[in-house]
T-cell receptor, first 116, second 114 residues
Framework: NAGVTQTPKFQVLKTGQSMTLQCAQD?????MSWYRQDPGMGLRLIHY???????DQGEVPNGYNVSRSTTEDFPLRLLSAAPSQTSVYFC???????????????FGEGSRLTVL | AQSVTQLDSHVSVSEGTPVLLRCNYS??????LFWYVQHPNKGLQLLLK??????LVKGINGFEAEFKKSETSFHLTKPSAHMSDAAEYFC????????????FGAGTRLFVKA
C-alpha cells in the first residue's frame, strides 16, 4: 500500500551541483506531476506528465528537467542547482484525465532540498 | 488560465467554534475545485472535491464546502473545530477541458485554541 514514494527525503547541495529527485507510484496512474512548496506561495507546478513518453511544463519549469520512461516513475532533475531552488518538492499522481481534468491528486511525503 | 486566491493566510478559532476558510477562483472553463489539508512535515491529503455535481460538497472529518458560481467562491466550513484540525489548508482548481494543471492557492494556516 505504498502509494507515491519520494526519495530522498532530505538533501543538501552546493550551488552548481546536479541531482535527481525520484518519484514512484504503484497505483498505475497515468498522470504524474512535480510541485515545489515555498512559504506563502502554496504549491507551484513545475512539470507534469500524462503518460509514458509525454511531459509538459507547468508554472515554474526553469532549471528543472523531467522524463517519463515508465508509468511508475517520474524523476525530477536539477542540472545546476541554485539557492533559489531551496524548497520542499512534492510529487503527485492522479488517475483521472481528459474531460474531468486532473481529478484528485495523491501526494508523496515530500523532499526537502537545501542549496547552499 | 485558472487561478486561486485564498483570502486569509492565517485563521485562529477556539475549539468547538465554527471554521470558515475562504477561497475564490478564476477559471475560463467549467472547473473542478478541491480542498486539501497538510499536517506538519506531511504531504497533502484531499478533504473534498467539487466536479459539477451537487454544489454543497461534504468531505472528511466534518468539513464541507459550497460551490457558488455567481461569486466564484468555494469556501470551506466546519461547524465545530477540533484541536486536530490545526493544519494548513489549500484550495485548488483544475479545468474540465482536458487541461492537466491543478493550480493551488497560497494556503491558509488554521490555528485552534483550547
Amino acid at each position: 500500500n505504498a502509494g507515491v514514494t519520494q526519495t530522498p527525503k532530505f538533501q543538501v547541495l552546493k550551488t552548481g551541483q546536479s541531482m535527481t529527485l525520484q518519484c514512484a507510484q504503484d497505483m498505475n496512474h497515468e498522470y504524474m506531476s512535480w510541485y515545489r512548496q515555498d512559504p506563502g506561495m502554496g504549491l507551484r507546478l513545475i512539470h507534469y506528465s500524462v503518460g509514458a513518453g509525454i511531459t509538459d511544463q507547468g508554472e515554474v519549469p526553469n532549471g528543472y528537467n523531467v522524463s517519463r520512461s515508465t508509468t511508475e516513475d517520474f524523476p525530477l532533475r536539477l542540472l545546476s542547482a541554485a539557492p533559489s531552488q531551496t524548497s520542499v518538492y512534492f510529487c503527485a499522481s492522479s488517475e483521472e484525465l481528459i474531460w474531468r481534468g486532473t481529478g484528485e491528486l495523491f501526494f508523496g511525503e515530500g523532499s526537502r532540498l537545501t542549496v547552499l | 488560465a485558472q487561478s486561486v486566491t485564498q483570502l486569509d493566510s492565517h485563521v485562529s478559532v477556539s475549539e468547538g467554534t465554527p471554521v470558515l476558510l475562504r477561497c475564490n477562483y478564476s477559471s475560463s472553463y467549467s472547473p473542478s475545485l478541491f480542498w486539501y489539508v497538510q499536517h506538519p512535515n506531511k504531504g497533502l491529503q484531499l478533504l473534498l472535491k467539487y466536479t459539477s455535481a451537487a454544489t454543497l460538497v461534504k468531505g472528511i472529518n466534518g468539513f464541507e464546502a459550497e460551490f457558488k458560481k455567481s461569486e466564484t467562491s468555494f469556501h470551506l466550513t466546519k461547524p465545530s473545530a477540533h484541536m486536530s484540525d490545526a493544519a494548513e489548508y489549500f484550495c485548488a482548481v483544475s479545468e474540465n477541458t482536458g487541461g492537466f494543471k491543478t493550480i493551488f492557492g497560497a494556503g491558509t494556516r488554521l490555528f485552534v485554541k483550547a
